[in-house]
């Protein structure tokens, strides 16, 4: 099948019924999308499906032939940070890391039907979302910020 | 990681490896005692070559066997490595923790990076600086006092200038370090005391290769292990031959009670994983104790105990006496990301890739496990999600390379799932603390008796037998058996010791050997119980005595640097004597030093109680801390207010779950944490400048203060003691039952 | 006291604009001030009075899930604006402080608040008015016992509309029946006391019973099936899909425990009401249960084979990558998916739920083990979700197909404001992890 991520259409050879995540990551190389819990209990591995946030690790890759996925790496790279990446880095919004990049996708996701979320749009966005350093307040100020931006 | 790989040679491959020649790499862990009088880990790798290192092009890398694990420490030992050489921050590269480049430092845990690795970075530092500043003296013929350096040059007083590359090609690194190093004036400091920004953000903010888990190294293949259903299971019969003919399975491993699967891809070693668990016969005979009556099977364990505080003074006849008991469950370290391990065997050299807090000790236990000699064996270290304490990062390292073992020649991937990592991972051990205290008539504590019953809190990697892998596997390995940590530091007896000056004081550590369950180093160890004991004690107290809690605490503290922090935590949260919150709200106090030695803290907060649900939310917290010299004020509040929002999870809602046979508590569904709809609305971390005070280690000085805090908060808001963790809503409902 | 939940969209919907005027005027009215009055000691009157209002499934309504229970303000979204549910702690000044027990049983059997206007008829006083005055002064002496919340009720924000020509008393007069509870002579104790707790206090024809134009529950449709914040409630007379006859003890447990073995999770707005009667009185529970299983009849399990299975189908994909892995798996309930075949979700009358449950999923508890599904809002598209609620409802339920029309206006319903009602997390009470799967 045929997969639309970032930009780029690429010809995918796993099983119909790989959640995407693994494709992303074996197949693709992509980082971003993150192992956490294979359930969509804690959305480590959250990427995008026309824009909408989903949990890449319980949807399977054939459903999405038609859809176009951006995961964390589109949004921008290390030396050129999209909005949402840049507002993560300006507030030292990390501990490990790990849960990240879930956070700064849901953020996009929100922020696109939403540019001037109030805190509880932006607290209800990322209960889905879990992060065990304790780096809320600083993913709560990243959203803010980037929305700000 | 095959950048990873070429960019960790190119930088290494030029400079002479030489710690391992030292005399003192014998010792396995810094602390030990001081002959030579050298300062943090040069007591291990006492070369200055084994922490800093200059290539002729003046690329200078400098070396720690301490690990990253999302507390920053990279950048942290950066910025004093950067600032006592005179040289730009961005100039600098660092290597972390590998058997085969840098200094043994034991674990990276307790909080002891910075007084361990970032005192011997600071001095090496330093003294290659002197080095390089003689070198250009004695080029240039003058005196090294009129020799000063800046922006990575040397600089002499007829305006000579020299590159370090240029004056380190021509000398010798590896050289004894010197116990007392001339270090820069603290006032000069321009890249210590800065809020530096992370080095290892950017990337993984844009999805770098930066975990183990996105490790690809060339003809990898992806494991996933079989776990029995509960402790102590053996595997009956497993007829593995339909998963085995499976397309893409390379291998199922048997291996006595270990068995796992290998397959070209992910998705299929996952499927192949659920098959086999299906088919799997196992016989279950471990009887695990009632989980309601913990604190009483606690109390029941035979303990060896051992008076770890006596002093002993009359007790003014009239003192009124109180007494309480406060008890914390299993809980776990729960990384948002299960444990991941690359190893890959190839002509007799193992490499294993793994987010292990120690490279050593994870390199002997696994040497041990496959009966290879230590030196063939290689351990890297590899960032994973992060861990907390000893999660299960080595028990994945060893399920790598016990799979490597039998798949040589192709790298193994294994990726524990979520409910592995739930069920398998040490936890941190159920705890009982009792606590007697009078008091006199005046308000003070004339008498103080104190009791923590706990298991040990490190069964760590150094032997075999403390990896699950060395458990299953057919040749298995018993687990070292468990050993109480010695104070000061302790281990269940962290913090156990008052710091508060109590005319007379008792404590006394009921160590217990046997574990029901598998335990051990969890963020803060004993001390997490022993401060909220201690802590919500107090508060009790001060009730008692009709005195405010703040000053009560003060009432009876002497140490100075723990009255400061005291002080700010209240004046900046705002802290009235006598001001009670209002609807359902409410405020506590609380404090302690990490370790009775590391750094000081204080937090005040806000919690607000639903009567009727009995739902408690911490609404907000303002800390205070004293870390000594601050190297990063942005990376220390990160870990302050990590560590709140972690301990406020711990406390308000989290216990292992298990029933006689299994630990039923495996994902976020039955071991619900901390989401954001519970967040607080504002927290606060204040920082007490210590200019050129010694390092004090603060990554885990938030845990016990903030779980006491919170006790003494929700004790305030519903006129009720909570003396067992965590403060559910079934605990604090008003009327209900 | 708007009591705002069950079919509350329709209702406002239905009722015409002189309801609205007549709804604001009560809300404005504005008693003397009077003392608070003094929490009342009877313990076992108190115990009593909790465990009603948990029956009646106040705190629910009454409370914001960022607020105080009993508080009020939470937020309705109609097609008339938002309605906001009232502080019912004994704040004086903006709960139900100054309120005398005379003014409480009034409200109770009449719908009139304390200056006498008429209330919504969301505050369901037509299953109210069936309460006992004896049952409605342990509710009252039980929240006045309450921590008094200030928490002023927000502004109603609804829409003036143009056309004013009836009233709320004319809406009264034709759709609410007053007066007490009468028992069958003929049935048990228990029966009586469950029609009693389900007709009255526990007012579950609020959701369970279809409405009409005008807002009102159909008469002689009670029980047969409602809709409640987006979410179908399921027919719970001898209407029932339920795929596993109900038992009285299977539904005993399931309204205690918040699931049972052979039914499933309580969710989406059920949830709440579950959680509520977590600490009633069992022989209330029971008594529910009796009456309801004696509605329900002898209906005989319709399990059909399940058809034979298409693997090649894009839904079944689906089904295998995103679903089996719980659905199929090892756990069990509560923590588990439920086996399909047991669904009342797939097997019931409509698929809304089904719907609700795959977009929104269940959400997690704070703090509490509940059971948890991911929303697969994003993931699937309308095509997509409408073949696989066409598969699983042939793969697994053995009745008669949805039609596509159905499943389309469904989906489109769901989509429309399910979300609203799935907020709530499943299961409803704490569940122990380490006990749950022992349970009934």
């Known amino acids: ?149 | ?737 | 006291m708007t009591k705002v939940r069950a079919g509350m969209t329709k209702v406002v919907a239905g009722m015409t604009a002189a309801l609205i005027v007549a709804g604001c005027a009560s809300t404005e009215a504005r008693a003397p001030k009077v003392a608070a009055p003094k929490p009342p000691q009877d313990k076992a009157l108190l115990a009593r009075g909790e465990a009603l209002s948990a029956l009646g499934n106040c705190r629910t309504c009454h409370t914001r899930p960022d607020g105080k229970s009993y508080a009020g303000g939470v937020p309705f979204k109609t097609a008339f604006g938002t309605v906001y549910s009232t502080n019912i702690t004994p704040d004086v000044e903006s709960g139900i402080g100054a309120w005398t027990e005379t003014d409480f049983i009034r409200a109770m059997r009449e719908g009139v608040d304390r200056g006498g206007h008429n209330l919504y008829p969301v505050f369901p006083y037509d299953h109210f008015t069936h309460v006992t005055d004896e049952d409605d002064r342990a509710i009252y002496a039980y929240l006045m016992s309450r921590t008094p919340v200030k928490a002023p009720h927000p502004h109603n924000e609804l829409v003036f509309p143009v056309n004013i020509r009836a009233s709320l008393g004319v809406w009264k007069k034709l759709y609410f029946k007053p007066g007490p509870h009468h028992d069958d002579p003929a049935r048990s104790r228990a029966y009586n006391r469950g029609a009693y707790l389900v007709e009255g206090l526990g007012h579950c024809g609020g959701c369970h019973t279809p409405r009409n134009a005008a807002g009102a529950e159909e008469p002689g449709r009670e029980l047969d099936g409602g809709e409640a914040e987006g979410w179908h409630a399921y027919a719970i007379n001898a209407r029932s899909q339920a795929p596993v006859p109900w038992t009285e003890a299977q539904m005993t447990a399931y309204l205690k425990h918040g699931w049972q073995a052979d039914h499933g999770v309580s969710r989406g707005p059920m949830a709440p009401v579950t959680d509520e009667l977590g600490d009633v009185p069992e022989e209330d529970l029971r008594a529910i249960a009796t009456y309801l299983v004696t509605l329900m009849g002898s209906h005989a399990a319709q399990h059909a084979p399940a058809a034979a299975q298409d693997t090649s189908s894009e839904a079944a994909t689906i089904y295998a990558g995103a679903c089996a892995q719980c659905h199929d798996g090892t756990q069990p309930l509560p923590f588990g998916g439920i086996a399909l075949p047991h669904s009342i979700g797939v097997s019931g009358e409509s698929p809304r739920d089904l719907f609700n449950v795959i977009l929104y999923g269940l959400p997690a508890a704070e703090g509490e083990a509940a059971p948890m599904m991911p929303a697969f809002e994003g993931a699937f598209d309308d095509r997509q979700l409408t073949q696989l609620a066409a598969w699983l409802r042939v793969r697994f339920s053995g009745r008669e197909p949805w039609t596509e029309a159905q499943l389309e206006h469904e989906l489109r319903e769901a989509r429309r404001k399910g979300g609203e009602g799935a907020r709530y997390p499943a299961g409803g009470n704490a569940i122990d992890p380490a006990k749950g799967s022992s349970r009934p």
């Open chain 1, 1 to 149: 099948m045929k997969l639309d991520v970032n930009g780029q259409v690429h010809d995918i050879a796993s099983e119909p019924d790989t959640p995407l995540l693994y494709v992303l990551r074996d197949e693709l190389h992509l980082n971003g999308a993150k192992y956490g819990c294979g359930l969509g209990q804690c959305g480590a591995c959250t990427v995008l499906a026309d824009g909408e946030a989903i949990f890449s690790c319980v949807t399977p890759v054939s459903a999405l032939g038609g859809r176009r996925i951006t995961t964390l790496e589109g949004l921008g790279t290390a030396a050129r940070p999209g909005a949402v990446q840049r507002a993560f880095i300006e507030e030292q919004a990390a501990q490990c890391g790990f849960c990240i990049p879930g956070m700064i996708v849901r953020a996009e996701a929100l922020l696109r039907a939403h540019p001037d979320p109030t805190e509880a749009q932006i607290r209800t966005a990322l209960q889905p979302h879990l992060c065990r350093c304790g780096t809320h307040m600083r993913i709560l100020k990243a959203v803010r910020r980037a929305a700000k931006a």
């Open chain 2, 1 to 737: 990681m095959r950048p990873a790989r070429r960019d960790f040679l190119r930088r290494s491959g030029a400079l002479v490896v030489s710690f391992a020649l030292s005399p003192a790499a014998r010792a396995q862990q810094p602390g030990g005692h001081d002959a030579d009088g050298l300062p943090g880990s040069l007591r291990v790798a006492p070369f200055l070559d084994s922490w800093i290192r200059i290539d002729a092009g003046g690329a200078i890398t400098v070396c720690t066997g301490k690990a990253e694990l999302g507390q920053g420490i990279k950048t942290a030992l950066l910025q004093v490595a950067a600032e006592e050489l005179r040289v730009p921050f961005e100039r600098l590269t660092i290597v972390t923790a590998d058997t085969q480049a840098t200094a043994n430092e034991g674990f990276t845990a307790g909080s002891t990076s910075m007084q361990d690795s970032g005192t011997a970075i600071r001095n090496a530092a330093a003294q290659v600086r002197e080095l390089l500043e003689a070198e250009a003296a004695r080029r240039w013929n003058t005196g090294v006092e009129g020799v000063h350096s800046d922006g990575g040059f040397a600089m002499g007083p007829g305006g000579q200038r020299a590159a370090y590359g240029e004056l380190a090609s021509g000398l010798s690194l590896h050289v004894q370090a010197k116990p007392a190093s001339r270090f820069v004036d603290p006032r000069d400091y321009r890249v210590v005391n800065r809020p530096i920004p992370r080095v290892d953000i950017p990337g993984k903010v844009a999805g770098d290769v930066a975990y183990v888990h996105d490790l690809r190294l060339p003809g990898m293949l992806h494991a996933r292990v079989v776990r029995p259903p509960g402790y102590g299971a053996k595997l009956v019969a497993l007829d593995a031959r339909a998963v085995e003919s499976q397309p893409g399975v390379v291998k199922v491993v048997r291996d006595g009670d270990f068995v796992a699967v290998v397959a070209e891809r992910e998705w299929t070693a996952v499927k192949a994983m659920r098959a086999l668990a299906e088919m799997a016969k196992w016989q279950e005979s471990t009887r695990l104790p009632d989980a309601a009556s913990m604190p009483r099977v606690v109390l029941g364990l035979k303990s060896e105990d051992t008076v770890i505080h006596d002093k002993r003074a009359t007790v003014p006849a009239g003192a009124r006496t109180f007494e309480a008991a406060y008890t914390r469950p299993y809980q776990i370290h729960g990384s948002i990301g299960p444990a991941c391990a690359v190893a890959h065997l190839e002509e007799g050299k193992l490499t294993v890739w793994s987010h292990t807090q120690g490279v050593y000790p994870d390199r002997q236990a696994i040497a041990e496990l496959l009966g290879m000699p230590p030196a063939k064996v290689r351990v890297i270290h590899a960032e994973g999600a992060g861990c907390y304490g000893h999660n299960a990062a080595d028990d994945a390292a060893g399920d790598a390379a016990l799979i490597a073992s039998h798949v040589p020649g192709r790298p193994i991937r294994v990726q524990w799932m979520r409910e592995q990592e739930h069920a398998w991972e040490p936890f941190g051990p159920a705890m009982v603390a009792k606590v007697r205290a009078a008091m006199d008539a005046s308000g003070r504590i004339v008498d103080w008796d104190y009791g923590v019953w706990s298991n040990t809190h490190s069964m760590r990697p150094g032997p075999a037998g403390n990896l699950l892998a060395g458990q299953h596997a057919a040749k298995a390995f018993k687990p070292a058996p468990p050993r109480p940590l010695p104070q000061p530091a302790g281990g269940g007896d962290r913090n156990a010791i008052p710091l508060y000056a109590f005319p007379s004081a008792h404590v006394v550590h009921h160590f217990i050997p046997e574990m029901p369950l598998r335990i051990s180093a969890l963020r803060a160890l004993g001390a997490y119980l022993n401060v909220f004991a201690i802590e919500s004690f107090m508060d009790e107290l001060a009730i008692a005595a009709g005195a405010d809690p703040v000053e009560f605490r003060l009432r009876h503290l002497e140490d100075a640097r723990g009255r400061d922090v005291i002080q700010l935590a209240a004046s900046r949260f705002g802290w009235k004597p006598g001001v009670r919150a209002e609807g359902g709200r409410g405020r506590g106090f609380a404090f302690a030093r990490y370790k009775n030695l590391a750094a000081y803290c204080a937090i005040a907060c806000e919690v607000d109680v639903d009567a009727e649900s009995g739902r408690a939310r911490l609404v907000r917290a303002v800390a205070a801390v004293d870390s000594g010299q601050v190297v990063n004020p942005d990376g220390l509040r990160n870990q302050i207010e990590g560590a709140i929002l972690q301990s406020a999870s711990w406390t308000l809602y989290e216990a292992v779950s298990f029933d006689a046979a299994r630990v039923r508590s495996i994902d976020w569904a039955t071991y619900p944490i901390l989401r954001f709809g519970a967040v607080p609305e504002t927290v606060e971390v204040h920082i007490v400048d210590r200019p050129g005070m010694p390092f004090l280690g603060s990554g885990e000085a938030g845990q016990g203060p903030t779980g006491a805090a919170i006790a003494n908060a929700v004790a305030d808001a519903v006129g009720r003691r909570v003396r067992d963790i965590p403060l559910k809503a079934a605990r604090l409902r008003s009327t209900r039952g």
